[in-house]
Protein backbone atom coordinates (compact mmCIF):
# COMPACT_ATOMS: atom_id res chain seq x y z
CA UNK A 1 0.00 0.00 0.00
CA UNK A 2 1.54 3.12 -1.13
CA UNK A 3 1.03 6.92 0.25
CA UNK A 4 -0.75 10.30 -0.32
CA UNK A 5 2.05 12.95 -1.66
CA UNK A 6 1.79 16.32 -2.69
CA UNK A 7 4.74 17.26 -4.67
CA UNK A 8 5.99 20.99 -5.12
CA UNK A 9 7.73 21.24 -8.07
CA UNK A 10 8.44 18.51 -11.18
CA UNK A 11 11.52 19.79 -12.46
CA UNK A 12 14.31 17.67 -13.37
CA UNK A 13 14.54 16.22 -9.92
CA UNK A 14 11.24 16.06 -8.91
CA UNK A 15 10.30 14.38 -12.06
CA UNK A 16 12.77 11.90 -11.99
CA UNK A 17 11.87 11.39 -8.43
CA UNK A 18 8.15 11.09 -9.02
CA UNK A 19 8.82 8.25 -12.39
CA UNK A 20 10.91 6.45 -9.65
CA UNK A 21 7.56 6.60 -7.16
CA UNK A 22 5.09 5.29 -10.01
CA UNK A 23 7.83 2.70 -11.27
CA UNK A 24 7.36 1.57 -7.48
CA UNK A 25 4.03 2.01 -6.97
CA UNK A 26 4.92 3.42 -3.72
CA UNK A 27 2.70 6.30 -3.95
CA UNK A 28 -1.67 5.93 -4.11
CA UNK A 29 -2.17 9.34 -4.74
CA UNK A 30 -0.01 12.35 -6.40
CA UNK A 31 -0.81 16.13 -6.31
CA UNK A 32 1.56 17.73 -8.07
CA UNK A 33 2.07 21.87 -7.99
CA UNK A 34 3.78 22.95 -10.68
CA UNK A 35 3.02 25.40 -13.76
CA UNK A 36 4.70 24.35 -16.17
CA UNK A 37 5.72 20.37 -14.23
CA UNK A 38 6.72 17.71 -16.84
CA UNK A 39 5.38 14.99 -16.42
CA UNK A 40 6.06 10.83 -16.74
CA UNK A 41 4.52 9.45 -19.90
CA UNK A 42 3.47 6.26 -18.45
CA UNK A 43 1.82 8.00 -15.69
CA UNK A 44 -1.78 6.93 -16.12
CA UNK A 45 -0.11 3.22 -17.57
CA UNK A 46 1.09 3.35 -14.23
CA UNK A 47 -2.15 2.96 -12.18
CA UNK A 48 -1.56 5.63 -10.10
CA UNK A 49 -3.99 8.60 -9.67
CA UNK A 50 -2.10 12.14 -10.40
CA UNK A 51 -3.69 15.64 -10.10
CA UNK A 52 -1.96 18.39 -11.19
CA UNK A 53 -2.24 22.08 -10.07
CA UNK A 54 -1.18 25.25 -10.60
CA UNK A 55 -0.65 26.53 -7.10
CA UNK A 56 -1.40 25.67 -3.74
CA UNK A 57 -4.90 27.33 -4.47
CA UNK A 58 -5.63 24.88 -6.91
CA UNK A 59 -5.04 21.78 -4.51
CA UNK A 60 -8.68 19.57 -4.24
CA UNK A 61 -9.88 20.15 -0.76
CA UNK A 62 -9.73 17.70 1.73
CA UNK A 63 -6.44 16.39 0.17
CA UNK A 64 -4.39 15.05 3.00
CA UNK A 65 -1.31 14.44 2.41
CA UNK A 66 1.10 11.82 4.40
CA UNK A 67 3.98 13.64 2.19
CA UNK A 68 4.45 17.06 0.91
CA UNK A 69 8.21 16.99 -0.73
CA UNK A 70 9.45 20.05 -1.37
CA UNK A 71 11.55 19.86 -4.91
CA UNK A 72 11.26 23.90 -5.89
CA UNK A 73 14.51 25.88 -7.10
CA UNK A 74 15.81 27.30 -3.98
CA UNK A 75 15.39 30.68 -5.37
CA UNK A 76 11.93 30.45 -5.73
CA UNK A 77 11.66 29.09 -1.90
CA UNK A 78 10.91 31.72 0.13
CA UNK A 79 7.72 32.44 -2.12
CA UNK A 80 6.40 28.95 -1.86
CA UNK A 81 7.13 27.46 1.27
CA UNK A 82 4.90 29.80 3.47
CA UNK A 83 1.75 28.71 1.73
CA UNK A 84 1.86 25.65 2.84
CA UNK A 85 2.28 25.76 6.42
CA UNK A 86 -1.88 24.62 6.49
CA UNK A 87 -0.51 21.21 5.50
CA UNK A 88 1.47 21.06 9.15
CA UNK A 89 -0.43 18.30 10.95
CA UNK A 90 0.44 15.20 13.03
CA UNK A 91 0.07 12.44 10.09
CA UNK A 92 1.94 15.02 7.71
CA UNK A 93 6.49 15.17 6.73
CA UNK A 94 7.69 18.21 5.07
CA UNK A 95 10.59 16.47 2.86
CA UNK A 96 12.60 19.02 0.84
CA UNK A 97 15.51 18.01 -1.68
CA UNK A 98 16.51 21.79 -1.90
CA UNK A 99 20.40 22.42 -1.64
CA UNK A 100 21.48 25.14 0.71
CA UNK A 101 18.03 25.41 2.53
CA UNK A 102 18.19 24.07 6.57
CA UNK A 103 15.53 22.98 9.08
CA UNK A 104 15.51 26.04 10.79
CA UNK A 105 14.78 27.83 7.14
CA UNK A 106 10.99 25.74 7.04
CA UNK A 107 10.58 25.79 10.74
CA UNK A 108 10.67 29.69 10.15
CA UNK A 109 8.35 29.17 7.67
CA UNK A 110 6.41 26.02 8.58
CA UNK A 111 6.41 26.45 12.16
CA UNK A 112 7.95 24.47 15.08
CA UNK A 113 5.70 21.44 14.92
CA UNK A 114 6.33 20.81 11.47
CA UNK A 115 7.95 17.53 11.20
CA UNK A 116 10.79 17.88 8.31
CA UNK A 117 13.43 15.72 6.36
CA UNK A 118 15.89 17.53 4.73
CA UNK A 119 17.21 15.46 1.83
CA UNK A 120 20.20 15.62 -0.70
CA UNK A 121 19.64 13.25 -3.32
CA UNK A 122 21.51 13.34 -6.69
CA UNK A 123 20.75 12.80 -10.70
CA UNK A 124 21.33 9.53 -11.04
CA UNK A 125 17.75 9.21 -9.36
CA UNK A 126 16.56 9.74 -13.19
CA UNK A 127 17.91 5.82 -14.05
CA UNK A 128 17.04 4.56 -10.22
CA UNK A 129 21.34 4.83 -9.14
CA UNK A 130 20.86 8.11 -6.78
CA UNK A 131 22.67 8.68 -3.91
CA UNK A 132 20.38 10.29 -0.94
CA UNK A 133 21.70 11.50 2.37
CA UNK A 134 18.89 12.58 4.82
CA UNK A 135 18.65 14.30 8.26
CA UNK A 136 15.41 14.60 10.66
CA UNK A 137 14.15 17.23 12.79
CA UNK A 138 12.86 15.88 16.53
CA UNK A 139 9.38 15.91 14.98
CA UNK A 140 9.47 13.42 12.85
CA UNK A 141 8.47 9.87 13.66
CA UNK A 142 10.27 6.53 12.88
CA UNK A 143 7.17 5.69 10.76
CA UNK A 144 7.60 8.75 8.84
CA UNK A 145 11.44 8.23 8.87
CA UNK A 146 10.78 4.93 7.25
CA UNK A 147 8.11 6.49 4.74
CA UNK A 148 10.67 9.30 3.55
CA UNK A 149 13.56 5.94 3.16
CA UNK A 150 10.83 3.90 1.62
CA UNK A 151 10.17 6.85 -0.79
CA UNK A 152 13.84 7.77 -2.03
CA UNK A 153 14.76 4.41 -1.85
CA UNK A 154 13.07 3.77 -4.43
CA UNK A 155 15.25 5.72 -6.60
CA UNK A 156 19.11 4.57 -5.08
CA UNK A 157 20.24 4.35 -1.80
CA UNK A 158 19.91 6.50 0.98
CA UNK A 159 21.88 6.98 4.22
CA UNK A 160 21.04 9.09 7.34
CA UNK A 161 22.80 11.28 9.48
CA UNK A 162 22.04 12.97 12.77
CA UNK A 163 24.51 16.30 12.13
CA UNK A 164 22.86 18.35 9.88
CA UNK A 165 25.82 20.50 9.54
CA UNK A 166 27.23 17.80 7.54
CA UNK A 167 24.67 18.08 4.68
CA UNK A 168 26.92 20.81 3.45
CA UNK A 169 29.73 18.36 2.63
CA UNK A 170 27.12 16.12 1.57
CA UNK A 171 26.19 17.85 -1.07
CA UNK A 172 29.41 19.02 -1.92
CA UNK A 173 30.60 15.14 -2.93
CA UNK A 174 27.14 13.52 -3.63
CA UNK A 175 24.86 16.15 -5.22
CA UNK A 176 27.54 17.94 -7.34
CA UNK A 177 29.13 13.98 -7.70
CA UNK A 178 27.84 13.45 -10.73
CA UNK A 179 29.14 16.63 -12.65
CA UNK A 180 32.69 15.61 -11.61
CA UNK A 181 32.09 12.14 -13.23
CA UNK A 182 31.34 13.69 -16.50
CA UNK A 183 34.06 15.91 -16.43
CA UNK A 184 36.32 13.43 -15.60
CA UNK A 185 34.88 12.17 -18.71
CA UNK A 186 35.22 14.97 -20.67
CA UNK A 187 38.95 15.47 -19.97
CA UNK A 188 39.51 11.62 -20.35
CA UNK A 189 38.43 12.08 -23.75
CA UNK A 190 40.25 15.03 -24.08
CA UNK A 191 43.03 13.48 -23.03
CA UNK A 192 42.72 10.47 -25.42
CA UNK A 193 42.44 12.80 -28.57
CA UNK A 194 45.36 14.87 -27.23
CA UNK A 195 47.34 11.25 -27.98
CA UNK A 196 46.05 10.46 -31.03
CA UNK A 197 42.59 9.43 -30.92
CA UNK A 198 39.91 10.11 -32.95
CA UNK A 199 37.33 12.48 -31.03
CA UNK A 200 34.09 10.17 -31.62
CA UNK A 201 36.41 6.83 -30.46
CA UNK A 202 38.00 9.17 -27.32
CA UNK A 203 34.63 9.81 -26.32
CA UNK A 204 32.79 6.74 -26.42
CA UNK A 205 36.08 5.26 -24.67
CA UNK A 206 36.19 7.44 -22.07
CA UNK A 207 31.87 6.95 -21.46
CA UNK A 208 32.16 3.54 -21.81
CA UNK A 209 35.31 3.10 -19.49
CA UNK A 210 33.88 5.58 -16.58
CA UNK A 211 29.97 3.69 -16.77
CA UNK A 212 31.61 0.26 -16.40
CA UNK A 213 33.98 0.71 -13.98
CA UNK A 214 30.91 2.56 -12.13
CA UNK A 215 29.20 -0.33 -12.08
CA UNK A 216 31.92 -2.71 -11.42
CA UNK A 217 32.47 -0.72 -8.11
CA UNK A 218 28.82 -0.70 -7.27
CA UNK A 219 28.60 -4.20 -7.67
CA UNK A 220 31.84 -5.20 -6.08
CA UNK A 221 32.39 -5.49 -2.38
CA UNK A 222 35.96 -4.65 -2.72
CA UNK A 223 37.34 -1.41 -1.20
CA UNK A 224 38.13 1.04 -4.79
CA UNK A 225 41.61 1.31 -3.43
CA UNK A 226 41.61 -2.94 -4.12
CA UNK A 227 39.90 -2.46 -7.49
CA UNK A 228 42.62 0.15 -8.71
CA UNK A 229 44.95 -2.50 -7.58
CA UNK A 230 43.52 -5.22 -9.54
CA UNK A 231 43.81 -3.16 -12.56
CA UNK A 232 47.81 -1.95 -12.36
CA UNK A 233 50.33 -4.09 -13.30
CA UNK A 234 53.99 -3.68 -12.06
CA UNK A 235 55.81 -1.15 -13.90
CA UNK A 236 53.27 -1.37 -16.87
CA UNK A 237 51.12 2.12 -18.63
CA UNK A 238 48.68 2.44 -15.69
CA UNK A 239 51.22 2.52 -13.25
CA UNK A 240 53.31 5.26 -15.52
CA UNK A 241 49.71 7.18 -15.51
CA UNK A 242 49.15 6.82 -12.03
CA UNK A 243 52.22 8.33 -10.53
CA UNK A 244 51.23 11.23 -12.30
CA UNK A 245 48.07 11.34 -10.99
CA UNK A 246 48.57 10.38 -7.30
CA UNK A 247 51.27 12.68 -6.74
CA UNK A 248 51.71 15.24 -4.22
CA UNK A 249 50.34 17.59 -6.76
CA UNK A 250 47.90 15.05 -8.46
CA UNK A 251 44.73 14.40 -8.12
CA UNK A 252 43.64 14.18 -4.64
CA UNK A 253 44.84 17.73 -3.42
CA UNK A 254 42.96 19.10 -6.56
CA UNK A 255 39.61 17.70 -5.24
CA UNK A 256 40.31 17.67 -1.91
CA UNK A 257 40.17 22.07 -2.81
CA UNK A 258 37.19 21.25 -5.65
CA UNK A 259 34.81 19.66 -2.12
CA UNK A 260 36.22 22.57 -0.01
CA UNK A 261 35.29 25.19 -2.09
CA UNK A 262 31.55 23.56 -2.98
CA UNK A 263 31.08 23.01 0.93
CA UNK A 264 31.68 26.50 1.49
CA UNK A 265 29.28 27.87 -1.17
CA UNK A 266 26.67 25.16 0.87
CA UNK A 267 27.65 26.83 3.61
CA UNK A 268 26.57 30.64 2.01
CA UNK A 269 23.74 29.07 0.69
CA UNK A 270 22.32 28.30 3.46
CA UNK A 271 23.03 31.44 5.27
Not at 24 to 35: C, Y
Request: with cysteine; charged share 20%; hydrophobic share 50%.
Amino acid sequence: MGCSLLLVGCGKMGGALLDGWLAARTVDHVVVVEPQGAFPADAGAAGQRIVRCAGVSRIPPGFDPDVVVIAVKPQVMDEVVPGYAGFVRPGTVFLSIAAGKTIDYFTARLGADAAIVRAMPNTPASVGRGMTVAVPNAAVTPEQRRLCETLMGAVGQVAWVEDESMMDAVTAVSGGGPAYVFLLIETLAKAGVAAGLPEDLAMKIARATVAGSGELAARSIEPAASLRKNVTSPNGTTQAALEVLMADDGIQPLVDRAIAAATARSRELAS
